[in-house]
């Protein structure tokens, strides 16, 4: 009976402590780490999601932020389970060798995580840049144009008089008429069809 009893005691203690070694250490979701780049470029770095992580990287440098994502699902790491701080810890070490957090960093690799499946790997989904001083410029550019108007200025240019056309005496367009008409009906008396243009422009020459 002893015996049994201190045969169902090892095997309670040993399945506990299998259970304790399968048990995943406790992520490090929604931390912060902060670093700085090869420029000197102040960044930090943070980390959410479940089984699918998301990493974000914010990055200020002489006026300008940048910014980008990456996604991946290193859970599927055994060494990632184990100790996942050690793992962000290893990708911020990667990204102060940079001259720019974001640039060439395409997908994020760590030497703990060499050997698992690809779908492992942290990969780049999203960037962006942006002047911190952008609203700054918008506004005095916006004052620039104002004082140039100037207030109450209207940008409308006033419509000049048309021109005064001489008026044609209707003596003398009578006559011309007149001249035209005795020309076309000499010339299709005594030119050919094809020529009663050209011989009516001579005949009136010669009738003044």
């Given amino acids: 009976m002893k ?11 040993g399945m506990g402590g299998l259970g304790h070694k399968l048990k995943p250490k406790k992520r490090s979701n929604g931390e912060e780490i902060n670093f700085r780049t090869k420029t000197k470029d102040v960044c930090t770095m943070s980390m959410s999601g479940d ?4 990493l974000r990287i914010e990055c200020k440098s002489q006026g300008m932020s940048y910014w980008c994502e990456f996604s991946g699902k290193p859970s599927v ?12 810890n290893q990708i911020a070490a990667e990204l102060r060798k940079l001259p720019h957090a ?22 780049q989904i999203a960037a962006g840049m942006e002047p911190e001083d952008l609203a700054i410029q918008d506004k005095s550019v916006q004052k620039t144009s104002t004082s140039m108007r100037g207030p109450g200025r209207s940008s409308v240019k006033k ?26 009906k ?23």
Avoid: D
């Fill in 3 to 13: 015996s049994f009893a201190l045969l169902f005691l090892v095997v309670t203690c």
């Fill in 51 to 54: 089984e699918e992580l998301r």
């Fill in 77 to 88: 790491c055994r060494a990632f389970r184990n100790n996942p701080k050690v793992y962000w």
């Fill in 102 to 123: 974001c640039e060439s960093t395409q997908v994020l690799k760590t030497t703990m995580c060499q050997k698992a499946p690809t779908e492992a790997l942290m990969k």
């Fill in 159 to 184: 419509i000049g008089k048309p021109p005064v056309l001489p008026l044609i005496k209707p003596t003398q367009h009578g006559q011309g008429s007149e001249n035209e008409t005795e020309a076309m």
């Fill in 186 to 208: 000499l010339a299709r008396e005594h030119c050919w069809e094809s020529l009663h243009g050209f011989c009516s422009y001579i005949i009136g020459i010669f009738r003044g």
